[in-house]
């Protein structure tokens, strides 16, 4: 309806390398993503090509070690490739922002010989990730898990059901946190189970209402058996792993919440300049014109959030408590900024003709993933005033 193209992100980068390395994102996104977004949104495709063509493009391991086929970048860099993948397609970005997550406990806590045995296909190699931590009864209680894992001479084997796993069912390996021990936080334990292991099957996706295009499913392992240097860490720590893993997945979810945030709002803009009423462009009157200041406010309060978050993480200093405060922040403001792009479309907005109520329908899944902003709200609190005295 507007002639008026969005404007890029104006964006603090380290290096030459991480400039040219957003312009080749911001061209594969304009290229290969964003054209088909909408109708594959519509049909629940899922974009498999995309991202074999990211593999090979070197976009999904971006923050790990280029000695295992990573990209060598930072936090800072990395987060803003996933923020420009999620503008263009959510169901990309939080897929890349899975897998990092997915890919994190062997890149971690793994031995020598485990990464050099998984990595490289994992970081380059086409392969496709999911991590598995919670189940139908255990969610923002992650502690009480039940899967299962009994070790049988050098192997273990895994019972249980996991759930609400983004790419269950067609992920070609699995991060899957198992109870080993006693009840509790101190009796998980990690393992990477390779997504053709005879016992493992993914069920009917979730009917969601937004993200069709990323299959969102319970995994049930039914006496899966892997070989115990499929352990990733010690007997016992894996729930010490998954909540590091975490705090890193959560600034990915707050980077995704803002590209799709810059998203609606770039359609909000271009509608508004380009619909004509009285006479004038809807983007004159004062009220849409005070909506458009808040919503661009938000969106770049929340992008100095989370990467004011990366920059402590790659400076090797404590980083959760910010990244529950970006993850809690971000979050919430896609929420907001994507119902204002309705309302701002009026009429429009509220049809599949405009993407607007397609970004509104997204953000709000943003709010729940890697810990409810219920649960961000908890852990920000005792950082600031101290654990709960009960």
Request: with cysteine.
């Amino acid at each position: 309806m507007s002639d008026r193209d969005p404007q890029p992100v104006e964006r603090q980068l380290p290096t030459d390398e991480a400039r040219d390395l957003l312009a080749l994102v911001r061209e594969i996104a304009r290229r290969e993503i964003e054209p088909k977004a909408a109708e594959e949104e519509d049909t629940g495709r899922f974009p498999r090509e995309v991202f074999t063509l990211l593999s090979g493009s070197g976009l999904l391991g971006l923050p790990y070690d280029s000695e295992y086929g990573g990209g060598d970048q930072p936090y800072e860099v990395y987060l803003q490739v996933l923020e420009e993948l999620a503008a263009a397609r959510l169901t990309v970005g939080l897929g890349v922002s899975v897998h990092t997550l997915a890919s994190y406990a062997l890149a971690a806590y793994g031995t020598k010989q485990q990464q050099v045995e998984h990595l490289p296909a994992m970081l380059g190699g086409g392969l496709l990730g999911a991590y598995c931590l919670s189940e139908p009864a255990s969610g923002s209680d992650a502690a009480s898990l039940r899967t299962r894992a009994v070790r049988d001479g050098d192997s273990w084997v895994i019972n249980g059901t996991k759930a609400w796993i983004t790419h269950g069912g067609i992920a070609d390996f699995y991060t899957v946190m198992a109870r080993t021990g006693a009840e509790g936080s101190h009796g998980i334990t990690a393992f990477l189970v390779p997504g053709d292991a005879e016992g493992l099957s993914g069920a009917v996706p979730e009917k969601k209402m937004g993200m069709k295009g990323s299959p969102t499913a319970q995994v049930h392992f039914d006496d899966v058996r892997v070989s115990d240097d499929r352990r990733l860490g010690e007997e016992g720590q894996g729930f010490a792993i998954a909540l590091s893993a975490l705090d890193s997945g959560r600034l990915g979810i707050a980077a995704c919440a803002i590209g799709v945030a810059q998203a609606a709002l770039d359609e909000a803009v271009g509608y508004a300049t380009g619909r004509r009423q009285f006479g004038h462009p809807i983007s004159d009157f004062q009220g849409l014109r005070f909506m458009i200041a808040d919503m661009a406010t938000q969106i770049e309060a929340g992008r100095a959030l989370y990467l004011a978050a990366a920059r402590l993480r790659d400076a090797g200093r404590p980083f959760a408590k910010q990244a529950a405060m970006a993850k809690l922040h971000c979050t919430d403001t896609a929420m907001k900024v994507t119902t204002d792009a309705v309302q701002i479309l009026g009429g429009y907005g509220y049809t599949a003709d405009f993407p607007a109520e397609r970004y509104m329908r997204e953000a709000k899944v943003l709010q729940i993933v890697e810990g409810t902003n219920q649960i961000q709200r908890m852990v920000i609190a005792r950082h600031v005033a101290g654990p709960e005295s009960r």
